[in-house]
């Protein structure tokens, strides 16, 4: 059994800031790539950002320079801060985490929602 517990996602006003965790547990052996998706009402599920065992992280265009994304390994947990939000980035965020086999596991979604 496989848990991705995530918390931070709230009310927030344009310009402001918030932290978003997820922390895995369970039989999820090596992991390989952290990373969050966000998906807005109509909207496909798309990437936000995504960090390897490494350290190499992507990140979608519209949140460079405002998203960064970091893991600590030895607790499997993802962050994910963001500044300088925007009402565009108002969605529901999902935590994703591949392991060394390829399989991904799922959180539960978190809400976001940037007030103008």
């Known amino acids: 059994q496989v848990q991705l517990v995530e918390s931070g996602g709230g009310l927030v006003q344009a310009g402001g800031s918030l932290r978003l965790s997820c922390a895995a547990s369970?039989?999820?052996?090596?992991?390989?790539?952290m990373g969050w998706y966000r998906q807005a009402p109509g909207k496909q599920r798309e990437l936000v950002a995504a960090?390897?065992?490494?350290?190499?992280?992507n990140y979608a265009d519209s949140v460079k320079g405002r998203f960064t994304i970091s893991r600590d390994n030895a607790k499997n947990t993802v962050y994910v801060q963001m500044n300088s939000l925007k009402p565009e980035d108002t969605a529901v965020y999902y935590c994703?985490?591949?392991?060394?086999?390829?399989?991904?596991?799922w959180g539960q979604g978190t809400r976001v929602t940037v007030s103008s």
């Open positions: 994703n985490v591949v392991n060394v086999f390829g399989k991904d596991y």
């Open positions: 369970g039989s999820i052996f090596s992991i390989n790539v």
């Open positions: 960090i390897t065992s490494g350290g190499s992280t």
